[in-house]
């Protein structure tokens, strides 16, 4: 590199980070040296209809987070006085954790990132328009300068103020095409953090099971309640920032182990090989975590998969092995919220303000999975906590369909979230108390797990299982090492009528735009298996295995059983043991909206009184899927009181 730069008659000089043009921070050193850190460049708005789980939304629950506490870790702590962070009052909602650091390792120069992410989770709405999706909870603030540390010490049940069920990270490894750098012969050259020793095509940490990564699934395979969620990344197809010339700053060797050249071209590939796939690093490929994709606007929310479009720069997958990754998706363009403008390089006047990115996708999911905590705690009135891989099958099979074709896709992992259907799936299963449709349960090795359901008909089975997998082995740095990284491989199958069995969605890491088959997955440690036209009170048997051989281990390699988490629809349940509650919701004078939870495969009348005594069918025979039910109804205005019901038909 040096007799290049001696040939092309340049100069070569000590490269000085602060020469730089970019938001960047050291974020550690693993087993490739130092490394460094960005902030994925913010922000989503709220499409994922967690507005109906408010007290004005469709299913009129009135969850605000108010009571609750959930976490944040970024590249610097947000600013706590934003008038968005308080109660209204004097209290402050934000609480700085581990307290300041130097500028070096917590740069304030990124807190307007920080804070743009705090209020897209829990800004209270002294502007209405930028409120948070637990605008009443409080967040626990952290950096990422001793990140693992913190996580892992906010559960040593030392100090319980510390516990959180889930957290944020709008942050990730910087890879690829990165940023600028300005010669002291004044031509700016564009900078690529590869290593070129490997590949001077596409940089290696795409997709790569990096230290972080195994690191993230060490903790979360030992802390079953918790569950972070990461930013995919804004990589996708990022190139050079300079057009002309061939010279361009990169490395022979590691990031941060080895000092920066000039290497004379051609210039690597834009980020994501092929088309774009391939181009999220380190903590998103982690295999425990809810790693959330960006989206454009949907206007009025969800109506058809064609209706949604990702955003350009939202990061893609596969992982090297073949993994789905993103998991899920959140609008990431356009959000406006909180903002810090003494130190934001595009506002500088207002404390509010839009960014585009996954930073504001994945909040946007953070804040939203917080809700669904604190609706479940009301429902079953207890402190322990559901598995992460309960939550996060929670997202996973409730959420919206996207994509040119069915299932799962490497851009936009299994769809949109669906805030509203997630908290109407966990009153369901609630109600459906003998015959659940969420459980966790374990996995034994040689004991295959069945359970014979009935379908409704008219709407799939759908059956998703989630685990939490023991931490995958690292590696050596290599391009697209497709050694498999899942730990402990389980199977599910549905069978159904004339022994047809149908098997989980697969993708092709090879041909990552296809769409998505069925087959055996021996890659992730989420498997989801569709039944699109099951016949109506036909029996269909689920099963979950370990893989033919496999042998169940723990984090430590000895034997051991493995607990997973599994949610069905489509299947008829038995009724509830007790009354569902119907709310009734004044509209106008004598018009009412009635809004209730049926179970799911329950048929039932709908009837009206005026005493109590003699009753009047409105409606008869009527089944509902998850969605919510929503009936308007009209009081004649000369009538002292009227009454509505629903009953179960045998």
């Known amino acids: 590199a040096q007799q290049m730069l001696q040939d092309s ?17 050291l974020g550690g050193s693993d087993g490739d040296g130092a490394f460094f850190i960005e902030s994925h460049n913010s922000v989503a708005a709220d499409t994922i209809s967690t507005d109906e789980v408010r007290a004005t939304g469709a299913l009129r629950l009135g969850l605000t987070g108010a009571g609750t506490t959930f976490g944040m870790w970024e590249v610097s702590d947000p600013l706590l006085t934003h008038p968005e962070f308080t ?10 954790r581990d307290g300041p650091n130097s500028a070096g390792t917590n740069p304030i120069s990124d807190r307007w990132h920080a804070t743009h992410v705090a209020g897209t989770m829990v800004a209270r709405g002294a502007n209405a328009l930028a409120t948070g999706m637990s605008p009443q909870a409080t967040l626990n603030a952290y950096d990422v300068l001793n990140q693992f540390t913190d996580i892992t010490g906010a559960f040593s049940n030392v100090d319980t103020t ?4 889930v957290s944020n990270h709008s942050y990730g490894r910087v890879a690829g095409w990165w940023t600028t750098y300005l010669h002291t012969n004044g031509v700016t050259y564009p900078v690529w953090s590869g290593n070129a020793a490997i590949s001077t095509v596409e940089d290696y940490r795409f997709g790569f099971y990096d230290p972080n990564a195994r690191q993230l699934d060490q903790i979360t395979y030992l802390q079953e309640t918790y569950l972070p969620v990461w930013s995919a990344g804004n990589d996708r197809l990022q190139a050079n920032a300079v057009t002309a010339g061939t010279f361009y700053v990169g490395y022979v060797g590691e990031v941060g182990a080895v000092p920066p050249v000039f290497i004379n071209g051609p210039y690597p590939a834009p980020d994501g090989v092929p088309a774009g796939f391939d181009s999220m690093t380190s903590y998103g490929v982690a295999k425990n975590v809810l790693t959330v994709a960006a989206a454009n606007d949907v206007v009025g929310g969800w109506t058809s998969a064609a209706g949604v479009t990702f955003a350009n720069f939202s990061s893609a997958g596969p992982t090297d092995d073949g993994r789905i990754k993103p998991d899920i998706t959140a609008n990431g363009v356009g959000v406006f919220s909180a903002d810090d403008p003494t130190t934001s390089p595009f506002n500088t006047t207002q404390n509010y303000f ?18 669904l905590l604190q609706y479940h705690h009301q429902l079953y009135q207890t402190a322990i906590l559901p598995w992460a891989s309960t939550v996060k099958a929670w997202i996973i099979h409730t959420a919206d369909e996207i994509g040119a074709a069915a299932g799962p896709d490497y851009r936009g992992g299994w769809g949109l979230m669906n805030t509203m259907r997630a908290a109407s799936f966990i009153r369901a299963n609630k109600e459906a108390l003998g015959s659940p449709l969420i ?24 059956v998703t299982v989630v685990w939490t997998d ?12 497709t050694t498999q990284r899942l730990t402990n491989d389980l199977d599910v199958r549905v069978t159904g009528p004339g022994a047809v069995v149908t098997f989980p969605y697969t993708l092709d890491p090879a041909n990552p735009a296809n769409a998505a088959t069925t087959g055996d997955n021996a890659s992730d440690n989420v498997e989801q298996v569709v039944v699109a036209a099951p016949t109506a009170g036909a029996t269909y048997t689920i099963t979950v295995a370990p893989s033919v051989g496999e042998n169940l281990v723990d984090e430590t390699g000895a034997a051991a059983t493995q607990p997973y988490s599994i949610l069905i629809s489509g299947i008829k349940v038995e009724h509830a043991t007790a009354s569902i509650p119907i709310l009734l919701t004044p509209t106008g004078a004598t018009t009412y909206d009635l809004n209730w939870a049926p179970l799911p495969g329950v048929s039932y009348d709908f009837e009206t009184s005026t005493d109590l005594s003699t009753w009047t069918t409105l409606q008869s025979n009527q089944t509902f899927s998850l969605t919510p039910a929503f009936t308007g109804v009209t009081r004649n205005p000369t009538e002292p009181k009227r009454f509505w019901r629903y009953t179960t038909n045998p």
Do not use: H, M
Request: proline share 6%.
């Open 9 to 25: 008659g340049i100069q070569p000089e000590a490269l000085d980070y602060t020469q730089f043009d970019g938001s960047i921070t």
């Open 87 to 96: 109660n209204g009052a004097a209290t402050v909602r934000v609480i700085d």
């Open 162 to 165: 510390d516990d959180i069920p």
């Open 354 to 371: 839009a960014y585009n990115g996954t930073s504001q996708a994945s909040p946007n999911v953070t804040g939203s999975i917080n809700l």
């Open 439 to 462: 459980q966790q349960a374990q996995a034994t090795t040689g004991v295959t797990n069945t359970r014979t359901v009935t379908a409704i008909g008219g709407q799939p089975i759908k």
């Open 470 to 481: 023991p931490a995958g082995v690292v590696g050596a740095a290599a391009l697209d090492n």
